[in-house]
């Protein structure tokens, strides 16, 4: 069963910093891109950034590039977002969610289709 499991979400004021976590089993983990999504309340699904299974080249969305950074650990089947300089309008529940790698798929990760997905963590930045 293919199961993601993020942590690392909780509150804190705006500059402070988080690390999400992205916990993955069930499959096997080096030959999946992995994206991370937030939505905020009353707002669409926004895809903030991917990194493939070979951890060549992640990309990012504008409004959060140059204070997020996306990382994987294959050996520990995680991936982590780092996320720096937060603004209360980074605010919102964050999801990962992988889907099997193929040529292209980072660049293109807002067209693609995720497969499996995790239960979300919630971010608060306060001002």
């Known amino acids: 069963e293919v199961q993601l499991v993020e942590s690392g979400g909780g509150l804190v004021q705006a500059g402070g910093s988080l690390r999400l976590s992205c916990a993955a089993s069930g499959f096997t983990f080096d030959d999946y891109a992995i994206a991370w999504f937030r939505q905020a309340p009353g707002k669409e699904r926004e895809g903030i950034s991917c990194?493939?299974?070979?951890?060549?080249?992640?990309v990012y969305a504008d409004s959060v590039k140059g204070r997020f950074t996306i990382s994987r650990d294959n050996s520990k089947n995680t991936v982590y977002l780092l996320m720096n300089s937060l603004k209360p309008e980074d605010t919102a529940v964050y999801y990962c969610?992988?889907?099997?790698?193929?040529?292209?798929?980072?660049?293109?990760?807002?067209?693609?289709?995720?497969?499996?997905w995790g239960q979300g963590t919630q971010v608060t930045v306060s001002s």
């Open positions: 969610a992988a889907e099997r790698d193929h040529p292209g798929i980072a660049p293109l990760f807002l067209l693609t289709n995720f497969g499996s």
């Open positions: 990194i493939s299974s070979s951890d060549d080249t992640p």
